[in-house]
């Protein structure tokens, strides 16, 4: 069964960090594109960041500002989004997302999703 599930996440206060992991079982990570999206309440599934097969390439959306680092470590078959100077901004359910194909900032190219892991930054 292919399955992405993700941990990590918690409450944590503004200012301060947290490292999420997404593990992976029945499929490899090292031939997917991978990325993190977030959702807020009454909000859209966002972009958070993205890393090629190899982690040569990673991108990023605006608002992360240099305060995320998306990593992987195909070895472990997982993928890691460490994330600092949190705000309250940040608070929503955070995703991770395998493609084979896809490259790209769209959800809708994505078709393995974990079930979220909750991130709360109070303030």
């Known amino acids: 069964q292919v399955q992405l599930v993700e941990s990590g996440g918690g409450l944590v206060q503004a200012g301060g960090s947290l490292r999420l992991s997404c593990a992976a079982s029945?499929?490899?990570?090292?031939?997917?594109?991978m990325a993190w999206f977030r959702q807020a309440p009454g909000k859209e599934r966002e972009f958070v960041a993205r890393?090629?097969?190899?982690?040569?390439?990673?991108t990023y959306a605006g608002f992360v500002k240099g305060r995320f680092t998306i990593s992987r470590d195909n070895a472990k078959n997982s993928l890691y989004l460490q994330m600092n100077s949190l705000q309250p901004e940040d608070t929503a359910v955070y995703y991770c997302?395998?493609?084979?194909?896809?490259?790209?900032?769209?959800?809708?190219?994505?078709?393995?999703w974990g079930q979220g892991t909750q991130v709360t930054v109070s303030s």
């Open positions: 997302a395998a493609s084979r194909l896809y490259i790209g900032n769209q959800a809708n190219g994505y078709n393995i």
């Open positions: 029945g499929l490899s990570l090292s031939i997917n594109y």
């Open positions: 890393i090629s097969r190899s982690s040569t390439s990673t």
